[in-house]
């Protein structure tokens, strides 16, 4: 089925490193004159902050605080590093809980001085090793898999398949997948993933931007939706065969973005959100 075209911001949520040149209080003071109704915010915007205040200041401008990013990173070589990443996944749990957001999305992480099978296991370790505080906080955790580029560095989780793989082996009720649209684009066996995901009731968040081609960074060029070769209306539509209405998040991680004056480049995310999304 073809996705609906979306006519309104009722479900936009835009991710606080999309705007990165704004701190916390700006972006809430902007996205909500912009009438922006959902925000995920990363975890560095809320240095310093008293977090349960921040929380606060956006459900008060009308803000719905969709995630919290990023948990994850688990794997390593090192034993005493893999215990640090628990530890901050913990307080990435505490810090959602102070936020009131629902749900972290966790970057799985991967180490390249060690097999991707063996950062894997460390991957469930780690997030079996997470789960009972974040059941305790009533937080639910969502596996992003990332493009394979990644795969050294960033996650070892870089498909749809293997996120549901992930959270069969686990099968907790909390635990369940980001899908983002600029990781999974090009996977042949994307839909009949997102499927098996939605079955399980395990969809828990949407991610959009688009991919530029040519791509000039790895990291840092992704593209406003329409700007590059990326079907999202598409992969919204098979999302949402399976049932999912929450939110749609403009994440885009962009030097030439974050060049721009802050506020054009949040109309532009307002455009391409109801043309090419
Ligand atoms: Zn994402």
Known sequence: MASTPLTDFSRLCIHTITTK??????????????????????????????????????????IEVVSLCRGG???????????????????????????????????????????LEESRRQIADGIAATLERAGQANIRLAVEPL??????TRSAINTMAQANDLCDAIDSPLLGVTVDVYHLWWDPHLRSQIERCGRAGRIFSFHVCDWRSPTEDLLNDRGL?????????????????????????VEI?????????????????????????
């Open 73 to 115: 990173f688990f794997p390593s070589i090192d034993a005493a590093e893999r215990q640090k990443a628990v530890d901050d996944n913990l307080r990435a749990v505490d810090e959602a809980a102070a936020l009131g957001a629902p749900l972290i999305v966790l970057v799985c992480g991967a180490d390249p001085r060690q097999p």
């Open 147 to 152: 493009h394979p580029m990644y795969a050294d």
């Open 21 to 62: 040149p704004w701190s916390i209080e700006e972006a809430t003071d902007r996205y909500a004159a912009a009438g922006v109704r959902g925000v995920t915010v990363w975890r560095q915007w809320l240095d310093g902050r008293e977090i349960a205040k921040v929380g606060a200041n956006l459900r008060a401008a009308g």
């Open 225 to 249: 939706m329409g700007e590059g070769c990326i079907d999202v209306p598409q992969i919204r539509g098979w999302v949402e065969d399976q049932g999912f209405d929450g939110f749609v998040e």
């Open 253 to 277: 991680f962009s030097n030439r973005c974050w060049a721009m004056d802050q506020g054009e480049f949040l109309e532009k995310i307002k455009e391409a959100y109801l043309k090419h999304a």
